[in-house]
């Protein structure tokens, strides 16, 4: 079977029908909902605290298998109060001290990452003071700074309509257990059971309920549809529905892919038009709008040859570059560039004024004139790989410094990755070369060739998991989203060199 065949077939099977996993459960959400007790006391589901407890790493933790520091602690002390809570054995109690020696080992690295996880500030001190309370041996004096950034963060945040309306911190309910009328709480659930989508803050309401199966019906259904689906453990968030259509078709049109396989995608064209509102989308068709789905969508439906309306992006805008959502601390390089290339859905006369304001956001967070990082992925290939597709046709000249430090970075065997070899990094550097080998100026063609071997090796389209590196409050992995990515960055190198470096 020859590349051209081997991607049809692959695309046809991809396309066919909706991935019922399309992100990959997380650790950290599972301790949350393993929190939940029978009438016995003990965990309600079983089957899943013994599922987290035989993934501990070697080294202690629990987390992703980036070792990227956010995740690993604030996941290791969630799994480490679950055994302080229901540990009865010996090997609990190993189990239990190996955790607390990881993060007493790897506390100091916390500074190196690049970004923290969602609502890690006001996550950690309510775990860490759970953990006092249980005699856990921890650093507590050297994560006592938390305090104070936690208590800056809630300056930021709406007072007490946190608990009355939809906010943006909802999705961090957990943080709030000594702070939280439980009844109030019920007031701001989702039409789906859930508090904004997110499992994690979904069990913690639960808890707060010692009758919670017959107080929270829909929410406990929420959940058990979510262990039935998944099996291992539950995702970060769900549904996810918005954010793997709108993404998933990002990257087949810049793969050449969409209009091949537009008769295939016309559902989900249909399906993010009627899910589509003046004021935008967010990553779930029942979650809060924010920038980055919505420009997503808009890019979507405006390239199928929907006519659209992107006005309600300028609400995000801010002085110096445009915000995610509302109260948050750090921007978005990837989610600007997003709204960059969603530019002609604005009104005329608003382009030239955000089309300059993000060029100059955009070139002021490059890291050392060269390459870029951001708050939703670990890896500095997801933003830097949008950059190069995103600015050259405004600034091809001023990315000769990211074309090098690219191809000066991949590995010997074709892989890009930061932390470790992986296919979604190579794919997303394969296709955004590719694209400026297309559109701009010659590449190397051996490197790419390298690339698109590593990626064919071990068909590595039909993986089931992949390394977790997309950021909430854990690391996650959307694999459908993933998967995409690897078969359009393919398609290109297809199209750009047929079979020609493949042998």
Known sequence: MNLSAYLDFVLEETLRSEDPTPIQPTDYDTSWVVRLTGSDGRPAYPELFEGLLDRQ??????????????????????????????????????????????????????????HRTVGFEIILPTLLAEGRKSGLDLPYAQLQHYDEERAEKLSLLPGSRIFSTQTSALFSLEAFADDMDPEAATNVLLENGSIATS???????????????????????????????????????????????????????????????????????????????????????????????????????????????????????????????????????????????????LPQRQRPRVRDKILDYAFR??????????????SVYYPTSRALMALAPYAPGELEKTVRWMLATQHPDGAWGQYMP???????SLLSLLKYHRTQRPVPHEPLHRAARHLLASERPFDESYPEMWISKALYAPAAVIRVTILAALSLYSDTFGENGLS
């Open 57 to 114: 790493r070697e080294d202690g933790s629990w987390g992703g298998r980036i070792p990227y520091a956010h995740d690993r602690l604030l996941t290791t002390l969630s799994v480490v109060l679950l055994l302080v809570r229901f540990g009865r054995h010996k090997k609990d109690r190993e189990q239990q001290l190996a955790g607390e020696r990881y993060i007493w080992q790897h506390v100091d690295q916390l500074p190196h990452d690049p």
């Open 199 to 345: 499992p994690s803050a979904t069990a913690f309401l639960l808890s707060r309920f010692p009758d919670w199966r017959q107080r929270l019906p829909q929410s406990t259904a929420y959940l058990e549809e979510l262990i039935e689906r998944y099996g291992t453990g539950l995702p970060t968030i769900a549904p996810s529905d918005i954010f793997v259509r709108a993404w998933k078709i990002y990257y087949l049109h810049h793969g050449n892919l969409s209009e091949r396989y537009d008769k295939q995608l016309r559902d989900d064209y249909e399906y993010l038009l009627d899910h589509w509102h003046p004021e935008g989308v967010g990553w779930s068709s029942v979650g809060l709008p924010e920038s980055d789905d919505t420009a997503m969508v808009l890019l979507a439906l405006q390239r199928a040859g929907y006519d659209v309306d992107g006005s309600g992006l300028l609400a995000y805008e801010r002085e110096r570059h445009f915000a995610v959502m509302d109260y948050e601390r750090d921007p978005s390089v990837s989610a600007n560039l997003h709204i960059l290339e969603a530019l002609d859905t």
């Open 365 to 378: 967070s490059r890291q050392h004139g060269t390459y870029w990082n951001d708050k939703w992925h670990a």
């Open 422 to 428: 992986t296919s979604e990094e190579t794919a997303l």
